[in-house]
């Protein structure tokens, strides 16, 4: 039985409980690597290569039922595992949901006000530029790239101190940067 | 780092008597092959007049039915029986072909009305695999254990059930749907061991569909990095513009379904004709239409194609960019369309080298689908390529507002699983509706709707109280699974999605019995032999992990497991399928937790890097 209409009853966002908060697997782990912001790309992949070269879904053809859906399984989340730690920006979330501290509760305090002038003001730049100003365009999208190299490394100092509010903030600048980065890149193509 | 084999040596498949035969079959738009690979060499099999290719044709005659040439025969006479190109159909909506004059369909629902009743799209596809199968069977003399079939890597998850749908009414049992681009690289893979890593781009530009995938290969793996494409491109829309162009330049009357279905094969002629040529001349007088000769020059061809190919290149610059990649080191030509000069041309220039086109294009896929059928009927062991795709397009469900919330994104590598916490929108809220999307737009009605179920049962709490995790799993396949929880309460829902515009399990059934070709002790004898299977590999699964792993039980636990395959081995002998499925059905549940043990204990040791010969060594 379904007292709501069916438009009045779709499902809508929790903006409590990000999926990523409660992580089956120790990634870090799963992929022999400390855990730890900088890792070793080519381990990462090597590990990577040899877990599903083990535990593919192929490897068990002609195994019993159970046996292939347990594989199956596990392959998702070194897959999930892979994808979380390749990326700068879901490796460092996913270092702090292991921190000791509040995720939502940081990302709600957000970035200092300095930054966000900043972020700003990268933005309207790029919004305000033409796709014939290609040199601008590039020097542009090097200095968001020299923003986000520095939110990058404050992040990693941050995590190495232990400071998981201050990682926590540069972290959300990090978002900030890459989301605009891509649109930088998007729009001189 | 060398990793513990989870493979025991009791487990392994019997080389010897017992091998399987499995097939590889690519279901194309305009022409369909199957081919099987023996261990040394890939065979495509060919037809009684030594063509390898079966036009994807079917003639639905009052008293007759036939695939491929002798169906392609009837189509100028009677258009209306003949259907080609389904393909293009399958698993679609009838909404998308409402103005199209190329496809005459029934009043209501997507079938093709024929003398010999109405036929859905996936039955059609279903007549062209029977045909493939059976042509198979003739020449292993012998059943096929299982099927690889491969599919445009940009088709969709509808599109890829309807496929599986027709694979189950042909009698196929389907080993894994492949993607067309990545069958190709395997082609192309065997007889080179690539010792650096490559990147390879695979251009796959068919009757009626267009892929572009992204490489990597080094070392036994193929690793798909990005692909894109549009699943309704192909060579069928260049012969259209050739008959639009003509329709115009001659000023032709209407035509009837007969005539229209002439025409095209005229384009198609004169396409093929300028592939190496500058002008072609058809003689159209059997058009009976006041039109004796129809011209067309490879000028008027490359400026009809242009457009076409410019949505292709544009693809193309997405997926290296998917990719993260800005260059390939070689371009890979697959499809009949690809024979077009000014395509050659236009792919070379886009990825800056020459493209290789050394195995037939028309062949390549089934090459490369027959060579994964070896290996995942169980042909060979550990250590043979391993493939890795990916999805073609993100999938996501409808939040408030007609918005879409991603939950697993385009190129993920399969099989995937991801889940995502929602929450009720209202005071009181005791169900909700979750609504699976596919496709990259933020709008929900600009992407495809694959499937709608209900969660119901939420006790009534504050808005924004209830906690729902939708958790979405897509398997090797590419077949999504939703399913969703409240956490609280354990109410729970979940859905394989089924295409909207398919057949549904009973009516399969139905028609399985209703076909000549699967009489009555066909299908049981079908239906034991998959049966049959199943439980024996479930028995000698179970006994090598008992001998090796047995450690992890009890004394009790390893009599009870005994006793049931005692039981199983008992019903084996049986001739009732039913009994012995669900014998293995049990024996399967009892044996879970000690295959998730076991399960456990391999993974502990790949994490460790333990080798298999120190295992072994304790052992001895």
């Known amino acids: 039985m379904l007292p709501e209409s069916a438009a009045a009853a779709k499902a809508s966002r929790s903006e409590l409980e990000p999926a990523m908060s409660a992580p089956a697997r120790e990634y870090f782990a799963l992929f022999q690597l400390k855990p730890v912001f900088r890792i070793d790309r080519a381990a990462l992949t090597r590990s990577y290569h040899a877990l599903l070269d083990q535990f593919h879904p192929d490897r068990f053809a002609g195994k019993p039922q159970v046996e292939q859906r347990l594989a199956a399984q596990f392959c998702a989340d070194v897959n999930t595992g892979f994808r979380v730690l390749s990326d700068d920006v879901s490796r460092a979330e996913y270092l702090l949901s292991r921190a000791p501290i509040n995720l939502k509760e940081a990302e709600r305090e957000g970035v200092g006000s300095d930054f966000l002038m900043t972020q700003i003001a990268l933005r309207e730049r790029l919004e305000s530029m033409q796709p014939a100003e290609v040199e601008a365009r590039e020097a542009l999208e090097q200095e968001i790239n020299r923003h986000y190299a520095t939110a990058v490394e404050q992040f990693e100092a941050a995590t190495s101190d232990e400071h998981w509010q201050n990682a926590a903030r540069h972290w959300q600048e990090m978002c900030y940067l890459s989301k605009l980065l891509e649109a930088a890149r998007v729009g001189s193509r | ?620």
């Open chain 2, 1 to 620: 780092m060398v990793l513990m084999q989870i493979s025991e040596p009791g487990a392994q498949p019997d080389q010897g008597a017992s091998r399987q035969h499995a097939v590889g079959i690519d279901l194309g738009t305009t022409n369909s092959l199957v081919a099987h690979f023996d261990g040394d060499a890939v065979q495509v099999f060919k037809d009684v007049h030594g063509r390898a290719s079966l036009p994807s044709v079917v003639y639905y005659g009052a008293d007759k039915t036939e695939v491929g040439y002798e169906a392609a025969a009837h189509a100028a006479s009677e258009p209306h029986n003949t259907i080609a190109s389904a393909k293009r159909l399958l698993g679609r909506a009838r909404a998308e072909f409402e103005d199209d004059p190329y496809v005459a369909l029934t009043q209501s629902g997507l079938a093709f009305e024929t003398d010999a009743g109405n036929k859905t799209p996936v039955e059609v596809s279903a007549q062209i695999l029977t045909a493939l199968r059976t042509r198979a069977e003739q020449a292993l003399d012998g059943p096929i254990a299982g099927a690889v079939i491969t599919v445009p890597a940009y088709f969709d998850d509808a599109q890829r059930q309807a496929t599986r749908q027709a694979a189950e009414l042909a009698g196929l049992k389907v080993l894994r749907l492949l993607n067309e681009p990545t069958a190709a690289a395997v082609a192309y893979g065997l007889d080179e061991v690539a010792e650096e890593s490559s990147l390879l781009a695979v251009y796959d530009l068919g009757g009626g569909t267009f892929d572009i995938s992204i490489l990597r290969m080094s070392r036994g793996l193929f690793e798909v990095l990005a692909t894109g494409g549009d699943s309704a491109l192909g060579g069928d829309d260049f012969d259209r513009a050739i008959v639009d162009f003509w329709l115009e330049h001659y000023e032709l009357d209407e035509l009837d379904a007969g005539q229209r279905r002439l025409l095209l094969e005229f384009a198609r002629q004169s396409k093929e004709g300028l592939s190496n040529g500058d002008t072609v001349t058809i003689d159209s007088r059997a058009l009976d239409n006041g039109c004796d000769a129809l011209l067309l020059s490879r000028a008027d061809l490359d400026r009809l194609l242009t457009p076409f190919i410019e949505r292709t290149l544009s693809a193309c610059r997405q997926a290296l960019t998917d990719a993260g990649v800005g260059s390939v080191d070689r371009v890979v030509l697959v499809g009949g369309s690809t024979r077009t000069p000014l395509i050659r041309q236009a792919v070379a220039e886009c990825f800056g080298s020459e493209p290789l086109c050394t195995l037939d294009p028309d062949q390549v896929v089934a090459m490369g689908a027959a060579k994964q059928a070896d290996i995942l009927v169980g042909n060979r062991g550990a250590g043979e390529a391993l493939l890795l795709d990916v999805i073609p397009l993100s999938l996501g469900l409808e939040t408030y507002g007609g918005l879409v919330e991603r939950i697993i994104d385009r190129n993920s590598t399969i099989p995937v699983a991801r889940a995502q916490e929602f929450t009720t929108a209202r005071d009181g809220q005791t169900g909700l509706v979750v609504h699976v999307v596919q496709g990259e737009r933020e709008r929900v009605e600009d992407c495809r709707s694959l499937a709608q179920f209900e969660l119901t049962g939420i006790p009534p709490m504050v808005a924004g109280a209830a906690r729902i995790e939708v958790t979405f799993r897509v398997d090797a396949d590419g077949i999504l699974e939703v399913g969703a929880v409240e956490q609280q309460t354990g109410a729970s829902s979940e859905v394989t999605v089924k295409p909207a515009f398919g057949l549904d399990e009973s009516q399969i059934t139905e028609m399985l019995k209703a076909s000549y070709e699967h009489a009555n002790e066909d299908m049981l004898a079908r239906k034991l032999g998959e049966a049959r299977l199943e439980g024996e590999a479930l028995v000698s699964g179970l006994q090598a992990a008992i001998a090796k792993d047995g450690d992890l039980l009890s004394a009790e636990e390893v009599s009870q497991l005994e006793a049931g395959i005692f039981n199983l081995q008992t019903v084996l002998s049986d001739n009732d399928p039913e009994q012995i499925r669900a014998s293995t059905e049990m024996l399967g549940q009892a044996s879970e937790a000690f295959a998730a043990m076991r399960m456990d204990r391999s993974i502990q040791a790949a994490l460790q890097g333990v080798s298999i010969t120190d295992l072994d060594g304790d052992e001895a």
